[in-house]
């Protein structure tokens, strides 16, 4: 008979509209439809959800429960409402791998992982971006660490592989990036021992700012152009040349 999609807020779907009017004429038990919907996005609490509803021609229904952006069911298991406006430096929240394992398993069925494992190393990825650390440390880290086995036990108590083969590859970047983040924070420590300097820092980090959207904003601007007038001009010229 066809296809029904709603949005619905998880746990709270009624007979009223949008489901009642839309249900109403195909004859169905809509009451029963919406006890099945709030079972099926109970674990979504305080989100809204994409919901389909199919019925074939002799009412038989099915009901295809949609998830929420990987970052809103981050946002949500964070108790944050939004992420970090400069991720790499400041963060908003923190989780647990058990934390980051319950999204993981919330999204696996919309992720590209076929493992819970790799699932939650692309949670843990999306938490860099969100400025969320994981177990009280910067998530690019976590995942460094996950690739070089300091999380074997961890995955392994969850029926996982432990540990994983590395590449020369990404052996030579993680070395790089551990390079860099140590460099980061002995400046961090140095700077937060001298103020003055910590202050120029940002005096100097700011102003780099401002001229960076200043040089934006001009880049961004037509130059007018009288676009009429430069083509009469061009028309005039070789006549003159010829007089």
């Known amino acids: 008979m066809g296809d029904i999609s709603v949005l619905i807020e998880a746990g709270k779907a009624t007979a009223a509209a949008p489901l009642g009017p839309a249900l109403g004429p195909l004859g169905v038990n809509i009451g029963e439809i919406v006890t099945e919907i709030n079972e099926k996005t109970k674990g979504y609490a305080g989100m809204k959800v994409p919901v389909k509803i199919s019925i074939d021609t002799k009412k038989n229904v099915e009901i295809t429960v949609g998830s929420p952006p990987t970052s809103a069911l981050i946002k949500k298991e964070a108790g944050v409402q939004k992420g970090s406006d400069n991720p790499k430096v400041t963060s908003v929240a923190d989780l647990t791998m058990d934390q980051i394992k319950k999204v993981a398993e919330m999204k696996i069925e919309n992720l590209s992982s076929h493992s819970i494992k790799s699932a939650m190393k692309e949670i843990i990825g999306t938490c860099n971006s969100l400025g969320i650390t994981v177990d009280g440390k910067p998530a690019k880290k976590v995942q460094r660490e996950i690739r070089h086995g300091e999380y074997a036990k961890y995955f392994e108590s969850i029926g996982e592989k432990g540990t994983e083969e590395i590449s020369e590859k990404d052996a030579k970047r993680d ?59 061009a028309e005039e010229k070789p006549k003159e040349e010829q007089k």
């Not at 551990?178 to 140095?190: L, P, V």
């Not at 021992?193 to 120029?200: I, M, R, T, V």
């Not at 960076?212 to 001009?233: L, R």
């Open 175 to 233: 070395a790089m990036e551990e390079r860099d983040e140590a460099a980061a924070n002995a400046k961090k420590a140095y700077l937060e021992k001298h103020p003055e300097l910590k202050k120029q820092e940002e005096e100097a980090e700011a102003k780099d700012a401002a001229e960076g959207e200043a040089k934006e904003g001009e880049s961004s601007e037509e130059k007018p152009t009288d676009a009429p007038e430069a083509k009469k001009e």
